[in-house]
């Protein structure tokens, strides 16, 4: 492993640098470089001789300040590693041309089970690049590791939490529905707060979220979920039937009156048990709501409707 401290390897010049010591270790199987400032010029020194790194399964580049340029031509070097297993990429904002270079420098690295490409300035044509490529990576396992996980393979178990993970307000929606694919089978606890959806992109996951028929426990607070997002999740919703948790608070239910859409949906909820909706509906009358949901789900044992409650 070469470990390379923070600051240690700046521009062309650090680039340069770097690549020529790799040159007399190409049996390197990790290495990282994070922290350092290589720039756009430091990748283009170096990328020839990564691409040479044929043992290397650990590569983590992040926080290098390599912008579009700069990941364009490290693109190149990663496209020979076939050996890679994990990548750490991030903080590096690469934007969209960056990200659409990346994804297909990854195309058929079937070794690699760990990416981490978040804080990279990414827009939609970003994520949708991103999310094509690790739904074509057989071993991906882990997507932006933080304070949650994405679990992608059927055998690593069934919780996914993106909370507070994807603040790319709707564009974030295309990676988590083409994740939701990939865990239909297996997942049965979807935690997605906090990570402004809005109406359009929870319209763009309803068609995969649909499909997650094990499914017991659903978190979509802090959402902007309105009157559309209302209507589309309620489709969803309806072939959900082995959820007992869910979880729609904060969200501006209230307007109008866009939660009666869910109501039927709830009458098919059959395993439900928990309802929490507080502070989303603070301009409907409580009561009415409670008699409302009671008669759709009469089998709900817990409803939430105030931030008060117990």
Not at 148 to 160: I, S, V
Request: charged share 15%; proline share 3%.
């Amino acid at each position: 492993m070469l470990l390379l401290g923070s600051d240690c390897a700046s521009g062309s010049k650090g680039g340069g640098m770097v690549a020529h010591a790799l040159e007399t270790m190409l049996e390197l199987s990790s290495l990282d470089l994070s922290c350092n400032t290589l720039g756009a010029e430091g990748a283009c020194h170096l990328s020839p001789t990564l691409g040479r790194l044929s043992a290397l399964t650990a590569l983590n580049i992040s926080r290098n300040e390599l912008g579009t340029e700069g990941a364009k031509a490290l693109a190149a070097g990663l496209q020979q590693l076939g050996a890679i297993t994990s990548l750490d990429i991030s903080h590096n904002q690469m934007g969209d041309e960056g990200a659409v270079e990346l994804s297909r420098a990854l195309a058929g690295h079937s070794n690699l089970f760990s990416l981490n490409i978040r804080s990279n300035g990414m827009g939609e044509a970003g994520w949708l690049a991103v999310a094509e490529a690790v739904t074509a990576l057989p071993g991906l396992a882990v997507v932006n590791e933080w304070d949650g996980y994405w679990p992608l393979g059927a055998g690593l178990a069934c919780k996914l939490e993106a909370r507070a993970m994807l603040k790319t307000h709707d564009v974030g929606a295309p990676l988590v529905a083409a994740v939701l694919g990939r865990s239909a089978e297996k997942l049965v606890h979807l935690e997605l707060s906090a990570n402004g959806l809005g109406d359009l992109g929870v319209t763009h996951l309803c068609r995969p979220l649909s499909a997650l028929t094990r499914l017991t426990f659903l978190d979509l607070r802090s959402n902007r979920i309105a009157d559309e997002g209302a209507k589309a999740l309620a489709g969803a919703l309806v072939r959900m039937c082995n959820i007992t948790g869910l979880n729609l608070s904060h969200n501006p239910l209230a307007r109008g009156d866009c939660f009666a859409p869910l109501l039927p949906a709830l009458a098919t909820m059959t395993a439900l048990r928990e309802l929490v909706l507080h502070d989303g509906l603070d301009g409907l009358c409580a009561q009415g709501m409670q008699e409302r949901i009671a008669a759709a789900a009469p089998a709900t044992a817990r409803l939430v409707l105030s931030s008060t409650q117990g």
